[in-house]
């Protein structure tokens, strides 16, 4: 019988949807019942969600793999911390806004004082005008040829006046928008303010959140560590100093720390109460 690709692809079509919509559900209620034990890994990775898109990264598949054979080790969960209280105070963001804020409040400030001093220069004109026309018409000055020069003086000084009145025009419409520029920064300062503010708060929750799952985490260990042979636990911190972690789940036939195929008879030694190291990475195999 030939093989029928296009049935292929029709059952593909069919039964991936619904795979990978149990693959999804099963990935949200392994979550969802560590949260409930106190390992908040899963929901501060965003993964108690049944958008399949999180729970398909691969690097993430192994990070669950590690969790799970970790036990009650915290080290995942302080790393999670680490990454938290590094950004806890962190306002980049904040000073970025605050520097154009102040950027536009000098640029301002600068054109105010351009509009002050064209405004004087322009009062200074206005008088010499003024004095000028007052002697050129009041009579006393009865020479012909000194009146023609008083009188091409008066118009160079309004040619100069209605220069500086164009310039303190457009000083004003650029300080208007100055001004309109600066309230925008303004508005977007606040903005990033109160996000940096919920962001704080978000991660100080999660710190909480964290030292808290660390704490009953380390208190797990110990009491599991109490209940250990000695010698087991000697072992198993002599692997966790050379490897992390050092436990390595034993799946399809394969070490999933290293990913080497393993002899039948090692993976049953696994199942029983034997510590039994991986022959090629050395961590502690877990036969579930």
């Not at 993964?47 to 598949?61: A, C, G, K, V, Y």
């Not at 020479?143 to 020069?149: A, Q, R």
């Not at 919920?198 to 260990?221: F, N, P, T, V, Y």
């Not at 034997?274 to 961590?283: A, H, K, T, Y």
Request: hydrophobic content about 40%; glycine content about 4%.
């Amino acid at each position: 019988m030939p093989f029928d690709v296009a049935s292929l692809l029709r059952e593909l079509v069919i039964v991936l949807p619904a795979v990978l919509f149990a693959i999804t559900f099963h990935e949200v209620a392994h979550g969802w019942v560590a949260d409930r034990l106190g390992d908040p890994t899963a929901r501060l990775a965003g993964r108690l969600t049944l958008n399949p898109i999180p729970h398909l990264d691969p690097s993430r598949q192994y990070a669950d793999r590690d969790v799970v054979t970790r036990g009650s080790d915290p080290a995942h969960i302080e790393e999670a911390l680490a990454r938290v209280e590094s950004e806890l105070g962190q306002r980049q963001e904040v000073a970025q806004a605050e520097e154009a804020v102040a950027e536009a409040q000098r640029y301002l400030q600068e054109l105010q004082k351009g509009e002050r001093d064209a405004n004087w220069a322009l009062d200074d004109i206005q008088q010499k005008i003024r004095t000028m026309e007052e002697k050129l018409y009041s009579g006393k000055v009865t020479n012909p040829k000194e009146l023609s020069s008083m009188q091409q003086d008066v118009e160079l000084l309004a040619e100069k006046r209605r220069k500086l009145e164009d310039k303190v025009l457009g000083v004003m419409e650029k300080i208007e928008d100055a001004r309109e520029s600066l309230h925008d920064r303004m508005v977007h300062l606040r903005d990033v303010e109160l996000k940096w503010q919920e962001r704080q708060q978000e991660l100080a929750r999660e710190q909480k959140e964290l030292k808290d799952a660390i704490a009953s985490l380390k208190g797990q260990r110990e009491a599991q560590a109490s209940r250990i042979l000695p010698a087991h636990l000697q072992q198993y911190e002599e692997t966790r100093r050379r490897h992390h972690p050092a436990v390595a789940r034993v799946e399809q036939g394969m070490c999933q720390g290293c990913r080497i195929a393993l002899p039948v008879g090692l993976m049953q030694r696994a199942r029983g109460l034997e510590l039994v190291p991986c022959p090629s990475c050395s961590r502690i195999l877990f036969q579930p």
